[in-house]
C-alpha cells in the first residue's frame, strides 16, 4: 500500500485518474474533479480535501450517515486528521451504495 498517492489522482484537472488504492479508473464526478474514488472511498489529504492543507497520505472512508445527503468521513492514515465529503450519487460514475451501506452498519 503506498504512503502516498499519485500525482495523477490529485490532479483537479477534469480527466481520468486511478485509484492507487483499488485501481479502478475514475472519471470526472458530474463535470467537476472527483475528491475520493467511487469505488473504495479512499482519497488523499490535500488540500482540496481539507482546508486546512494537507499531508498527502491516504484518507479512508471510516463511516457513512445519511442527513440531507449520505456524507462520508475520511480519516488520514498519516496525521489522523478526518474531513467529510459528501457522496456523488449521480453523474456516470456515482459513489458505491455498496460500500456506503457497509461504513454505515460500522
Not at 503506498?2 to 479502478?24: H, I, K, L, Y
Not at 472527483?34 to 492543507?53: Q, S, V
Request: charged share 20%; hydrophobic share 35%.
Amino acid at each position: 500500500m503506498p504512503t502516498v498517492m499519485s500525482a495523477e489522482f490529485t490532479d483537479r484537472a477534469r480527466t481520468a485518474a486511478t485509484c492507487p488504492m483499488c485501481g479502478t479508473q475514475m472519471g470526472p464526478a458530474g463535470g467537476a474533479p472527483r475528491r475520493h474514488c467511487p469505488t473504495c472511498l479512499a482519497a488523499i489529504h490535500t488540500g482540496e480535501a481539507d482546508p486546512a492543507g494537507g499531508c498527502g497520505a491516504p484518507m479512508f472512508a471510516t463511516w457513512t450517515r445519511r442527513l440531507h445527503t449520505w456524507v462520508i468521513e475520511l480519516r488520514c492514515s498519516g496525521c489522523g486528521a478526518v474531513v467529510h465529503q459528501q457522496a456523488e450519487l449521480d453523474g456516470p460514475q456515482p459513489d458505491s451504495m455498496r460500500r456506503i451501506i457497509e461504513l454505515l452498519r460500522m
